[in-house]
Every structure is written in structure tokens, then in C-alpha cells.
């Protein structure tokens, strides 16, 4: 199997109406009229919402099932003066979890620890072992953020026990759905909660907009400061971004004034971190899901993720200043172990004849760190376009991350193969899973046999959606103005691309070694672009069409358009 070189470009196509309606009612101009049909915002309510929304939009999180009731005894927790322990996954988007409900909690007033398990040791979500150490340190209620959606065996034990358990997760129910105190996830049957696509950090601070108001009514915040909770969506941007959930709703919300709270945040973990990542004032989303998620992360898949929060809790600089180095570190460690489990994977694809036409990639291995393998089958992904799992061995057993493309929906898939699968969660695009190795070869059978039935020979070709075709004249500064009103840019609202055929070559560069600078000229325009980590790709000459996304170029105080390119071909081929 080699590596896919070639992607399909498709132009979208919304509906001309959409589009004139939009413009007629909204007052928008064609260009974000079009950007917004083709992104399925084509109601004139829905497009007003989309390009104001405020906080005051968001939605009621007492409608979220389950909310009330675990509002309720956390109030009770408050007046009785109980231990109360957030009971968190060990990612980015459950540490900030934790961090959030605690320094919240610790505001308010709640006696409260929290417990992240630990990778290696306990794996993923609510385990016997950590409930029981909860029980110990005095905990009678357990607030379980990012995890827990599954935890039927648990919930049990919590039960066993006298613990009160309170689940706050975003992954896909079961079946069953865990006997706990309270359920709060809005993908749980008949909730009526609007929007589904929250990531855990998003529930958890609904939990805690949920909590201030029920104290304010029960008056326990007279003669005291009522926590302002603006200052927390830091966090939530922080853990949303770096979970890759849908930036629509109640996301693009609490991603835009997070990112505000990012960006002059009083947070000193946060400080701290900014200055090994290298990030500036200006905090965006690439600089969160390239620079600070991945650091944040970087001791939970290694070892121990208290480490991140701890940062994010912490009030004093020294302490940040060392955490966040060690974390750097960390980083860099995860870094170089990643790219060896890359290489060995990349050989194990390119030297079995046996995948060749295969629809799947399932790899394992006893060498592999299960704590990285979720990143390196993202990568595998990138570069072969097919659904990919990765397991990690070790006694007998495996732990596996899986990641997926367009069109396949991996929690379901293996839904199809849980017979031979210990247990497994996640989304559509990603998903965990524990094997016993008895069973791995009819997993991975069955894994390629469904595969196989669902994704057609087109499936298997990447594709490159492209907004619209652009004449030299149309690429403006003021085009680059308008399209940054869309943002912030993700998974649901990706950063607008365009096309423009015909170009011709003046000038090409590398800049150091890895990205590739051109001058391209246009009709009587002549453009500056510049393709990140695209050096040494196709030879280039003559006549060109390039994908690009437009953005403002500022350099020694002057501003000019750049194209930040996405592909490159040669001119003549117009088949989207």
C-alpha cells in the first residue's frame, strides 16, 4: 500500500437561492453569503446568529438532562459540607475539564480533590481501583467530567460504596446507560438539550453556569463575590479546540471570547505556558491546537496528566514557570517517541503486500507507547486516507486508537465488531478500544470486512472542498477582511479555500527546507504565496492552478495579500 499523492479537488456548490436570500435579508455580501451557504448556515436566523453571536446565546443548561438533579446534590454537598471528587480523563480536553470544576468549586466554596488515572496504569475513564482510592480520601460524590458515559460496572460500585456519582461526559451512550445519580450528556436518548456537539470541558462549564445560578437563588453569594465565569473560557477554548469538536453553536461561542481570555489571560499556567510555546499575545486556534495543546497533553500521554493541571491551577509564577518547562520536555520526548512509532508503521503498511487494496489500516505492536498511537493513526490517516487503528501490546492484552475519514463512522464500525473487542467509545471520527490479543486477527478481519462494504474506490481518494474559483481581481485585502468575520476556523467551520487556474510561475523559493515560496502572476496581479511544509513536492513550472485560502500579509509595517496554498498542479486539468 503506498502512500495517497493526489487529492480530488470539488468545488461546493450551494444553492444560488441560499445565497440571493442571505444577501436580500442580511444585508451580507456575496462572498460571505456563499461561505455561509456553503457551510450549511443558509437560513437569514441562523447566518445573524452565526456572525453575533454573543454569550447571552447561550443555550439554558438546565435543559440538559440530568443537570437539575446533579445541580441539586452538589448544592446539597455545599450546605453539608462533603468531599466531592472531579473524576477526569487524562487528555487535553479533561484536564481543562478538571481545572475548571475545581478552581470553580474551590470558589464557591465545595470541599473538593480531583483524580486523573493514569494512562499506563488504570487506561481510560472511571476503573475500580481509582473509585475506590476516591472512597477513601473521604469522597461522597464523584463528578466524572470527559468519561463515564460507559462506566455501567462502576456506577455500580460508586453505588456499592454510598458514592454518589454524577456523570458529565460528550462520547457516544451505549446501549446502557450507566445507573449514576445523574447523567448529564446531550448524545443520551430524549435530551432535549439543542446542541450535541459539546466537548466534555463544554459540559462541564454548563455544570457550572448551572451551579452559580442555583446558589444565587439559595442566596450564597450574599456579602461574597459571585465567580465571574467569562474568566473561565479560557479553559473551555482551550479543550475545545484541542478536541476537534464542531465549531457551530455553542463552540464557535465559547471559542471566540475564549480565545479573548486566552489572549490576556491572568492564568499564570497559562503565561507560562505561552512563553515556552513560543505563542504571542494574540492567542488563535492553530496556535492552541499546534503549540499549547499539544503540551498540555504531552504528560498525560507519557505519564501523568495532574502535571497539566496543576499549571492551570496554580497562582504562582515560579512554580508555573517550571511545570511548564517540564512540560516542554515532555513534549519533545512525546515528540521523538511519535515519530519512531510513525516509521515502523509507515514500513509495516508499505511492506505487507498483503494490505494492497485493502480499505482498513489495523497495526500493532509490543513495542508502541499506547499513549501516542492515537496521534500517529491521525498521521497514517493523512497519508494513506483510510480508516486507521493503531494497538498497543502488552501481557496479552491491547489498547488501540483509531481515527477515520469522511464518510466512515468509526464508533459504529466497531460497534459491528464488538464481539471481538474487550470494550471501546468515541465519536465518528475517533474512537478507543481495549482487545484481548486472542482475539486481534478476527478483529482485524472483521474491521476490514466492514470497511470494505461501506467505502467505495471514491471514499478512498482525499478531497479537497473548495468554496469557489476567484479571478486576480477578486483577491483584495478587503476579501481577506471579510472572510476573517468568519472566524474562528474548524472541524464544522473550515477556513474558506479557493481556486484560481492559469497562473503563472515568476519565481519559487524554499525557506528553510521545508516550505515552499512562490510569485505567481494572474492576469495583471501578481501574487505572493507561500505553501507551508510543501517543499519538495511537485515539480513546478510554466502554467499552474493552485488551492489557497487568502489572508493579510504584514511586513515592515506594509499589509498585502498572501495566498497560503493548499495544492498545486499543473495548469489544464479543470475536472473538479
Known sequence: MEPVSERRWRIRNAAAGAIETLMAECGLSRCTALLLANRGVAEPLLASQFLSATLADLHDPLLMSGMAVGVERLAAAIRNGERVCVYGDYDVDGVTSVALLISFFRAVGLDCFYHIPNRLEEGYGLAAEGIRGVHQRGATVIVSVDCGISAVAEASLCATLGIDLIITDHHMPGANLPGAFAVINPLQPECPF?????????????????????????????????????????????????????????????????????????????????????????????????????????????????????????????????????????????????????????????????????????????????????????????????????????????????????????????????????????????????????????????????????????DLQPELNIDAE?????????????????????????????????????????????????????????????????????????????VFAVQENVWNGRKSVQLRLKDLREAGNREA
Open 194 to 458: 439543542p446542541f450535541k456537539g459539546l466537548a466534555g470541558v463544554g459540559i462541564a462549564f454548563n455544570l457550572a453556569v448551572a451551579l452559580r445560578g442555583r446558589l444565587r437563588v439559595d442566596g450564597h453569594f450574599t456579602g461574597k463575590e459571585m465567580p465571574n465565569l467569562r474568566r473561565y473560557l479560557d479553559l473551555v477554548a482551550l479543550g475545545t479546540i484541542a478536541d476537534v469538536v464542531p465549531l457551530m453553536d455553542e463552540n464557535r461561542i465559547f471559542v471566540k471570547y475564549g480565545l479573548q481570555e486566552l489572549s490576556a489571560s491572568a492564568r499564570v499556567g497559562i503565561q507560562a505556558l505561552n512563553q515556552v510555546a513560543g505563542v504571542g499575545a494574540d492567542v488563535n486556534c492553530g496556535a492552541v491546537g499546534f503549540r499549547l495543546g499539544p503540551r498540555l497533553n504531552a504528560a498525560g500521554r507519557l505519564e501523568d496528566a495532574a502535571l497539566g493541571v496543576e499549571l492551570l491551577l496554580t497562582d504562582d509564577p515560579t512554580k508555573a514557570a517550571a511545570m511548564a518547562a517540564e512540560l516542554d520536555a515532555s513534549n519533545a520526548e512525546r515528540q521523538a517517541v511519535e515519530q519512531e512509532i510513525l516509521r515502523d508503521a509507515i514500513s509495516q503498511v508499505r511492506g505487507n503486500q498483503g494490505m494492497n487494496g485493502n480499505k482498513s489500516i489495523v497495526l500493532a505492536s509490543a513495542d508502541w507507547h499506547p499513549g501516542v498511537i492515537g496521534i500517529v493513526a491521525s498521521r497514517l490517516v493523512e497519508l494513506f486516507h483510510r480508516p486507521t487503528i493503531l494497538i498497543a501490546l502488552q501481557d496479552g492484552t491491547g489498547k488501540g486508537s483509531g481515527r477515520s475519514i469522511s464518510g466512515f463512522h468509526l464508533y459504529d464500525a466497531l460497534g459491528a465488531c464488538a464481539v471481538h473487542l474487550l470494550k471501546f467509545g468515541g465519536h465518528r471520527h475517533a474512537a478507543g478500544l481495549a482487545i484481548d490479543e486472542a482475539t486481534l486477527a478476527a478483529f482485524v478481519e472483521r474491521f476490514e470486512e466492514v470497511a470494505s462494504g461501506l467505502l467505495t474506490a471514491e
Open 470 to 546: 476567484l479571478t486576480p481581481a477578486e483577491v483584495t485585502l478587503d476579501l481577506a477582511a471579510e472572510i476573517g468575520s468568519l472566524e474562528p476556523f474548524g472541524l464544522g467551520n473550515p477556513e474558506p479555500l479557493f481556486v484560481m487556474y492559469g497562473m503563472q510561475l515568476v519565481d519559487q523559493r524554499i525557506l528553510k527546507e521545508r516550505h515552499l515560496k512562490l510569485k505567481l502572476k494572474a492576469g495583471a496581479s501578481t501574487f505572493d504565496a507561500i505553501g507551508f511544509n510543501m517543499a519538495g513536492g511537485k515539480a513546478l513550472a510554466g502554467s499552474i492552478d493552485a
